[in-house]
């Protein structure tokens, strides 16, 4: 059990250094540190978890696409509601796109090889299931989901921190649901593959 307190501190810790030095340090381009931060984790993550993984069926890959295409919808929603209610958040979200936004060929490699497995498999694969270890279910989506949304802060921006704090609970349920970390990857894949490449919400 301590073993485990000591694993996942360690790892909150990491993360916190790794996406504060991507967001807010930034020595080099975002996307080379962001890059090497989330392989960093991905490292941590196999070393000191236990992730579930295990061959797909077919509800599940239709779980994977509703959820990813359910929290596009869901943000697009969220983007109309700003621009109607007149929100002074529209600089923010035009000041995230400018930074997340994938440009290069090689940011897209990055995205859907290394950062998108990466943040499942730290935060619902290792963070989420050693947390399973002290409390239920429910509990452990929520205070994983309030670890992966404090993580964000580093970017300054309110709107990102309320994007982990939205989606985040969908994968952790997800991962839950299924016993399956390729899920929520694949939600997340789908999500990011709408929000960032296909139909920017810009």
């Given amino acids: 059990m301590n073993n485990h307190l000591t694993q996942l501190t360690a790892g909150l810790l990491l993360a916190h250094l790794l996406l504060w030095a991507s967001f807010y340090w930034q020595p080099v381009s975002f996307w080379i540190i962001f890059s090497f931060a989330l392989f960093i984790l991905i490292g941590f993550s196999i070393g000191f978890g236990s992730i579930n993984s295990r061959k797909i069926i077919f509800g599940q890959l239709l779980l994977a696409i509703g959820s990813g ?55 619902r694969g290792f963070v989420f299931q050693k947390l399973r270890f002290w409390i239920k279910p429910v509990p452990a989506i929520f205070i994983s989901t309030v670890l992966y ?54």
């Fill in 69 to 123: 295409v359910g929290l596009y919808a869901l943000f697009a929603f969220g983007k109309f509601l700003i621009e109607w209610l007149n929100l002074p958040l529209l600089k923010q979200l035009n000041a995230l796109y400018s930074l997340v936004q994938p440009i290069e060929w090689w940011h897209f490699l990055m995205l859907f090889v290394i950062v998108i497995p990466g943040e499942e498999l730290f935060w």
């Fill in 149 to 202: 949304g404090a993580a964000h802060i580093y970017a300054g921006t309110l709107l990102l921190l309320l994007a982990a704090l939205v989606a985040g609970p969908v994968w952790a349920y997800l991962y839950y649901r299924t016993k399956n970390i390729t899920i929520p990857i694949l939600s997340h894949t789908i999500f990011n593959l709408l929000l960032l490449v296909l139909f920017p919400l810009l």
